[in-house]
């Protein structure tokens, strides 16, 4: 193990040499903000080149400027939001907990409401989210925003399960794409979209429970999941939110810091945190600088690896 990080309990876990590819030399973890209860759902902005994040029980939004190296309060009151991302246009999509639902941020500022229901019945609590390229968003809706009033509202679920959607561009109807999750987690899409990586956190609330990553195949329309397998088992605490490289591997939260998955499903690293990793994003000009939302704090590193552009 090899350690370059100046912050205590951060550095880097070389497991297979390649992961040292990923590194920029003497570069370091650092921690920019914190003061969170749980830090989630990191979403860049490119046009103005700043993060927005979720602290959930807190009930807020949080946005830190690049440039400056400022965080300041970005939405408060809401609605427990949880995981973000950005559409093709450059607009915030999110998921509520309170309100159980999805919505888009417009450019002036409206809320619009993506998705509360399906087939007349109340979502859970939407957890994450992801924008394909041809517009259509899929989300996870397991039931933490509705098991306590912690980071939500305690309800019963309607659904009577934890499933995952896709939102049509063009109409806007909700699909159930898959049915044979627990705790439908984090997600994301494969560099070519041929498939959706999905987390499964089923053994938060049951020992026995899933831990793991599993890889799903596209249909050639692009609007249906076909065979699917298992990625990865994690082996400290739960995947929960992630994304690609260009190169196809993962950057895994969990319990212990960020794990970092080849496209065959080898951990080739960690990126050690001193707090449970929820999520992680990447941002900067070139995209090369991966943003870790850990419990209270938001962290960064620089790194020789580059996200997907949007």
């Known amino acids: 193990m090899a350690d370059f990080g100046s912050l205590e309990g951060t550095g880097f876990e070389l497991i297979e040499p390649e992961f040292a590819r990923c590194l920029a030399g003497p570069e370091r973890v650092q921690r920019l903000w914190t003061g ?30 690049e440039l400056n190296g400022t965080v300041g309060l970005f939405r408060e009151a809401s609605n427990n939001a949880n995981g973000n991302t950005v559409d093709r246009e450059g607009r915030l999509v999110s998921c509520e907990h309170l309100t159980r639902r999805v919505t888009r941020t417009e450019h002036d500022g409206r809320i619009t409401v993506l998705a509360d229901r399906w087939q007349g019945l109340r979502l859970n609590s939407p957890n994450d989210v992801v924008v394909r390229s041809d517009g259509s968003i899929w989300f996870t809706d397991p039931s933490y925003g509705i098991l306590s009033d912690y980071e939500g ?41 041929s498939l959706l990586y999905i987390a499964d956190t089923g053994a938060s609330h049951d020992p026995g429970g899933p831990r793991h990553i599993r890889r799903l195949e596209l249909s050639s329309d692009g609007r249906r999941l076909g065979a699917s397998s298992l990625f990865a088992t994690c082996g400290k605490g739960y995947f929960d939110g992630f994304r690609l490289d260009r190169q196809g591997r993962l950057w895994c939260s969990a319990g212990d810091g960020v794990h970092v998955y080849t496209a065959d499903g080898r951990l080739i690293g960690k990126i050690r945190i001193p707090e449970t990793v929820a999520n992680v994003c990447f941002g900067g000009p070139k995209l090369n600088r991966l943003y870790i939302c850990a419990t209270s704090s938001l962290y960064a590193v620089y790194l020789k690896a580059n996200g997907l552009p949007l």
């Open 36 to 65: 969170g209860r749980w830090c989630e759902g990191p979403a860049w902005f490119p046009a103005h080149r700043s993060l927005v994040w979720s602290d959930i029980p807190n009930n807020r939004m949080l946005r830190f400027d």
């Open 153 to 193: 509202a305690t309800a019963d679920s309607e659904i009577g399960a934890c499933h995952v959607y896709r939102i049509d561009p063009a109409t806007g109807v909700v699909d159930k794409v898959a049915d044979d999750f627990v705790k439908p987690n984090g997600l994301a899409f494969s560099p070519d979209e």
